[in-house]
């Protein structure tokens, strides 16, 4: 599956740094994955929901290791690339997330 565009949303929290969006095949449409700081390195969040019992659960996931490291891959080059324009922090996740 074809990652066609990802945007990314500059946030200036502790450990969330950022909010990303992702094009597949341009048509289908993936909100509210996260760039988090971890102890040792960046990662990337899947968009989960709170169960009943306390813990997450991804809402959507990649199905393999290969597919999570190209999705990874991309969403942190995009996000350095974010990060290197002059108006990163003007960018607002709030005014696009109204839906596809």
Not at 26 to 46: E, H, S, T, W, Y
Not at 57 to 69: K, T, W
Request: aromatic share 8%; charged share 35%; with cysteine.
């Amino acid at each position: 599956m074809k990652i066609t565009e990802i945007k990314v949303y500059p946030v200036n929290e502790d450990k969330l740094k950022a909010y990303v969006t992702v094009t597949f095949e341009n048509c289908f449409v993936v909100r509210d994955l996260k760039v988090i700081q971890g102890n040792n390195r960046l990662f990337v969040a899947m968009p989960s929901r709170r169960m009943k019992d306390g813990s997450y659960r991804d809402i959507v996931h990649p199905s393999n290791a290969e597919m999570r490291e190209t999705l990874e891959k991309a969403i942190f080059d995009k996000y350095n690339e974010t990060l290197k324009s002059p108006d990163a922090t003007k960018k607002d996740y709030d005014t696009d997330n109204t839906g596809a």
